[in-house]
Structures are given as structure tokens and as C-alpha cells.
């Protein structure tokens, strides 16, 4: 089973087929109903739900796993984002490098910065990744802008080399980002009666990179490491007391999840060829923060729950504008429908972020795993139906008992 117990293995085909059968899932609504806007089977969004989900996952080993949080992992995104888009304008337009590119660059920043924040624990720790989050952010915005191109952005152009690639296609225009010739934007839509269903080439190597993250992830989490950072976890100061020096331990598990993060921002360039100094701002960290917790930090696929959450609030609610709403209540007389669509503006729209904020307190207050808790807690209550089901079917059986 792939290294993995049969418990674990059964997660992975439970993430592989979400992943494979997503343009089916997120598409439940005909295109012409109503609910049609909570539609999320299109390409841009599905890769950002497996790429943020990339990003959280990494982010997990640090601070679900080992107990560290870093205020500061949008740094090694930018990065890796950076890396990606300059390997497109001198390599060639195939994402393999890229990708590679990212990894690699990303991962000797994070030593960098690891080497130097791991001397401190705690809110301290937290400080100093985000101190070098917001320098890494000034830095690429308007210092470094013959690398970065300051606040334009860095995108590639007709004039760019592309030593081992085409700098041009026939009809003169800037070629589009492939995986051994196959483009990463060819989309194949299906039509079944009122249902339309896209198969994005993008969306599913960015899939197949998730699942293998996401692998990597588990054999970590049960490896004797990860049996280690769970220990430093626990409790840090025994194990300084034991003599044993976590310091490797630590700035291993960061780099690491400094690769996943420049994995991520490889891949996001890779779709849309551009990089930003808005990569590297706080929000950027703070939204994987708020992934990890809301889906349940500590936990195997609770950071991907987390991610595609926070995305589909960010993208469907965001757009949902009072047109929309006075359309959906139409069938109220005016002056109720015009207090409804007042009353549920602020919560969509522009305002959707009010909405993640209550969700997202709801679930700390009353779920402390997460969505994931949510989940074990909703299978407990159904279990626990059947055998009570049983056990009163019994007791009539044998009344004599």
C-alpha cells in the first residue's frame, strides 16, 4: 500500500478521487439556474484549490506537526513564484524546470531564513519569520527591481531569450506555458443536458503534484521525524534536558515546508506566468495560517479542507453582488426584499470576509480540530445510531433479558 497503513492509504484514495472527480463535484448546479453562482468546477479556481491546498499542507509539517508558527511562509511563495517566471523567460516555457527552479530556491531561502529565526521559539519565532516576510516583500517591491520588476510585476515578454524555447509563435505572439507539449490552459468541456463540465490539463498536474505532496506528507507525519517533531511539539524543554539537540530537527521540518510553499508559488506562475511582491505580503501568510486551523492543524487532510474552503468563500461569495441577492428574493414584497438584500449584502460581496471571519470563529469556539473534528464527531454520531438500533432490537428479542 504504497509504505502506508491501511488507514492512511484509504485517506489517499479518498483525496485522489476528490481530486480527479472535482469538475463533476464542484458543478452541481445546470449553468442556467439560479444557484449556478455557487458553481466552482471552473479551471482557475480548481487550481487554486490544489495549489493553496500545496501551501497549507507544508505549512501543517511546521505547525500542526512540530508547533512553530510562521508568520512569514508568503516569503518562500514569492520565491518560489519569482524562480518559476524566470526560468520561463531565460529557459524555455515547459514548467518542469520551473517547477524544479522553485523547489530549490525557495528551499535555500528557507534555510536562510530558518537558520536564523529557530534561535528563538514562540512568539518570537513568529516575529522574526514575519520581519523577514515583510523585508523580503520591500525588498522585491522597490529595491530589487531589475529581479522583480518593483510594483508592476514580473511577467514574461516577446523579448525574453528562451535559450532551449521559443521565444515566439508563428503568429507572433508569446508562447503559453506546457508540460511536454501539452498546453497548460487547453480546457475540454463536457456537456451532459444543462451541466457543463471542464477538464483542465492545468488543473490536474497541479492535482497530480498535490497528491504527491500530499503523500509525502503522511510518510513524514509517520516516520520516526515526524515521530520527533511530534515530540518537540509536546515538549521541547525535555528534550533539551535529555541532551538531544532539536535545532536540525527544526530547521529540517522548515525547510521543508519552505520547498512546499515554493512548490506552491511555482505552480501558480506556472499557470499564469506572473510574479508579484503581493505574494510575499502578511495577508498571504496569515490566509495559509487560517487555512490550517479552520481545516484542523495537526491533521492529514484537514489543510487541503482548509484551503479549498477559504478559496470558495474568497472567489463565489465575493461576487455575489445585490443584484444578485434582489433576484433571489423577488418573491418577498419590496419592503422585505429591499431589508433582505440589506441585511445579506454585508455578508457576500465585498463583506465576505465577515462571513469567513464567523465561520471561522464558530469553529474555534466549538470545533478546536477544525473541519476534520467536525467530521470525526458527525461519524461518531452515526455509528453510535446503528448500535443503539441494534441493542434495542436485541432487548426485544429477549425480553426474558
Same mark, same amino acid.
Given at each position: 500500500m504504497l509504505g502506508l497503513d491501511r488507514k492512511d492509504f484509504i485517506l489517499l484514495?479518498?483525496?485522489?478521487?476528490?481530486?480527479?472527480?472535482?469538475?463533476?463535484?464542484? =458543478?452541481?448546479?445546470?449553468? =442556467?439556474?439560479?444557484?449556478?453562482?455557487?458553481?466552482?468546477?471552473?479551471?482557475?479556481? !480548481?487550481?487554486?484549490?490544489?495549489?493553496?491546498?500545496?501551501?497549507?499542507?507544508?505549512?501543517?509539517?511546521?505547525?500542526?506537526?512540530?508547533?512553530?508558527?510562521?508568520?512569514?511562509?508568503?516569503?518562500?511563495?514569492?520565491?518560489?513564484?519569482?524562480?518559476?517566471?524566470?526560468?520561463?523567460?531565460?529557459?524555455? !516555457?515547459?514548467?518542469?524546470?520551473? *517547477? *524544479?527552479?522553485?523547489?530549490? $530556491?525557495?528551499?535555500?531561502f528557507a534555510l536562510l531564513i530558518g537558520y536564523i529565526s529557530l534561535r528563538r521559539t514562540g512568539i518570537y519565532f513568529s516575529i522574526l519569520t514575519l520581519a523577514f516576510a515583510q523585508m523580503s516583500f520591500n525588498l522585491a517591491y522597490s529595491v530589487l527591481t531589475p529581479i522583480t520588476n518593483g510594483e508592476t510585476g514580473l511577467q *514574461?515578454?516577446?523579448?525574453?531569450?528562451?535559450?532551449?524555447?521559443?521565444?515566439?509563435?508563428?503568429?507572433?505572439?508569446?508562447?503559453?506555458?506546457?508540460?511536454?507539449?501539452?498546453?497548460?490552459?487547453?480546457?475540454?468541456?463536457?456537456?451532459?443536458?444543462?451541466?457543463?463540465?471542464?477538464?483542465?490539463?492545468?488543473?490536474?498536474?497541479?492535482?497530480?503534484?498535490?497528491?504527491?505532496?500530499?503523500?509525502?506528507?503522511?510518510?513524514?507525519?509517520?516516520?520516526?521525524?515526524?515521530? !520527533?517533531?511530534?515530540?518537540?511539539?509536546?515538549?521541547?524543554?525535555?528534550?533539551?534536558?535529555?541532551?538531544?539537540?532539536?535545532?536540525?530537527?527544526?530547521?529540517?521540518?522548515?525547510?521543508?515546508?519552505? !520547498?512546499?510553499?515554493?512548490l506552491a508559488g511555482g505552480l501558480m506562475a506556472s499557470m499564469d506566468p506572473l510574479a508579484g511582491a503581493e505574494r510575499m505580503q502578511w495577508t498571504a501568510s496569515g490566509e495559509v495560517v487560517l487555512m490550517t486551523i479552520l481545516g484542523g492543524a495537526g491533521t492529514l487532510i484537514g489543510p487541503v479542507l482548509g484551503a479549498g474552503v477559504i478559496k470558495y468563500f474568497e472567489n463565489i461569495f465575493s461576487k455575489i453582488n445585490s443584484s444578485v441577492l434582489e433576484s433571489w428574493f423577488a418573491f418577498m414584497p419590496e419592503n422585505m426584499q429591499h431589508? $433582505?438584500?440589506?441585511?445579506?449584502?454585508?455578508?457576500?460581496?465585498?463583506?465576505?470576509?465577515?462571513?469567513?471571519?464567523?465561520?471561522?470563529?464558530l469553529v474555534v469556539t466549538f470545533l478546536p480540530g477544525g473541519l476534520v473534528e467536525g467530521g470525526q464527531r458527525l461519524s461518531r454520531l452515526f455509528r453510535r445510531k446503528p448500535q443503539k438500533d441494534a441493542a434495542r432490537d436485541s432487548t426485544q428479542s429477549n425480553p426474558a433479558e
Open positions: 484514495l479518498v483525496v485522489f478521487a476528490l481530486v480527479v472527480l472535482a469538475p463533476f463535484l464542484l =458543478n452541481p448546479f445546470p449553468t =442556467n439556474s439560479a444557484m449556478a453562482q455557487f458553481n466552482a468546477g471552473y479551471p482557475d479556481l !480548481m487550481q487554486r484549490f490544489v495549489i493553496f491546498g500545496i501551501f497549507a499542507i507544508g505549512f501543517n509539517l511546521l505547525f500542526g506537526l512540530t508547533g512553530y508558527l510562521s508568520f512569514g511562509h508568503a516569503a518562500f511563495l514569492g520565491v518560489g513564484s519569482y524562480s518559476a517566471v524566470w526560468m520561463f523567460k531565460l529557459l524555455s !516555457m515547459s514548467v518542469v524546470p520551473a *517547477i *524544479i527552479a522553485s523547489v530549490i $530556491a525557495s528551499g535555500i *514574461i515578454t516577446l523579448a525574453d531569450p528562451r535559450i532551449l524555447g521559443v521565444t515566439a509563435t508563428e503568429s507572433g505572439s508569446i508562447p503559453v506555458t506546457n508540460l511536454l507539449g501539452a498546453e497548460m490552459r487547453s480546457t475540454y468541456i463536457m456537456d451532459v443536458g444543462t451541466w457543463a463540465f471542464q477538464f483542465n490539463v492545468g488543473y490536474y498536474v497541479c492535482a497530480a503534484i498535490m497528491l504527491l505532496a500530499f503523500y509525502v506528507s503522511v510518510r513524514i507525519f509517520r516516520s520516526p521525524f515526524g515521530l !520527533m517533531l511530534r515530540a518537540i511539539k509536546a515538549n521541547k524543554t525535555r528534550l533539551n534536558y535529555t541532551g538531544l539537540n532539536i535545532r536540525p530537527y527544526t530547521l529540517a521540518v522548515f525547510v521543508i515546508s519552505g !520547498m512546499y510553499a515554493g431589508a $433582505a438584500v440589506y441585511v445579506s449584502e454585508h455578508f457576500v460581496g465585498p463583506g465576505w470576509h465577515l462571513t469567513l471571519g464567523l465561520l471561522f470563529m
